[in-house]
């Protein structure tokens, strides 16, 4: 795997494809293989690039204060250090707060920028979520553990668990067959959530965006669409039906689909 030193720190990444680079930036607690389902398909269009955060993967994981702000900084750094100039920019949960931050603080670097299952500030009721997944991850001194009993029902709809439990199981396997992020790690990754406010920097996005919940998401739920779509001028809202907080694994082809329709659109080839 490829490493590249950045903001002070070593940054592991994964590339496929050719065409335009494409960012994807993980969510909580995960790696850079958290898009395989998604990769599969942009990297028939796009050079995909994608990164294991601070804190998470074969990444560096130091210890100190982590803020979404930072690890965007870190992307930004990441970028220079690589010789990219401007990317389409992807990520879904704590990737889209990320990407909120690079492409208010960093326009320039931003082509297009895809917020998947995003929120512009924590309110009380993330707060209490994220503080449960912290409280479990101590009592079972796993961080893999965690995410498979406490964030996994956040992320899946009772019916995908009804209907396909061997698929939810896959899903488990493939958590534990990663490297697992330290305890620490995952504190300090889940404190920046906690502590993310991006909402004064919304209206400086000026990237075409793209926003996107599942219907049946409580977490990051729709609740938040009116602000992002409110706050970031160029924007769109899109909505995916019988899904959680990730369709990115729940609805795969369509979320492939629409997504990357959305990607095509903006890729400067289409306006060339």
């Not at 965007?72 to 990520?91: E, L, N, S, Y």
């Not at 998401?217 to 706050?231: I, K, V």
């Amino acid at each position: 795997m490829p490493k590249i030193k950045a903001n002070n720190i070593t940054m592991n990444y994964d590339q496929q494809g050719t065409g335009e680079p494409l960012i994807l930036i993980p969510y909580l607690a995960a790696d850079h293989a958290c898009y395989a389902f998604q990769v599969a398909e942009y990297a028939k269009h796009f050079t995909c690039i994608s990164l294991d955060l601070r804190g998470t993967g074969e990444t560096d994981k130091p210890e100190g204060e982590y803020s979404t702000e930072l690890l965007a900084d870190d992307v930004a750094a990441f970028m220079q250090a690589a010789g990219i100039r401007k990317a389409h920019i992807a990520g879904l949960s704590l990737g889209a707060a990320t990407g909120m931050w690079l492409a208010a603080k960093h326009p320039e670097k931003v082509q297009s920028l895809s917020l998947h299952s995003g929120w512009p500030r924590t309110d009380p009721f993330i707060k209490t979520i994220v503080e449960g997944w912290q409280v479990a991850a101590r009592a079972l001194e796993s961080v893999p553990e965690m995410v498979i009993l406490s964030i996994f029902p956040w992320c899946f709809t009772p019916e995908l668990y009804a209907a396909k439990p061997d698929y939810i199981q896959s899903l488990a396997d493939f958590v534990r067959s990663r490297p697992a992020q330290p305890l620490a790690a995952f504190l300090q990754q889940s404190n920046a959530v906690i502590a993310h406010n991006a909402e004064d920097q919304l209206p400086r996005i000026t990237a075409p965006t793209q926003i996107t919940f599942g219907r049946n998401d409580l977490a990051t739920s729709t609740r938040f669409a009116d602000r992002m779509h409110g706050s970031i001028r160029n924007s769109e809202v899109l909505i995916f039906e019988g899904c959680a907080h990730a369709p990115i694994y729940e609805k795969v082809e369509e979320f492939n689909q629409k997504t990357l329709g959305f990607l095509r659109r903006h890729a400067r080839a289409a306006t060339a």
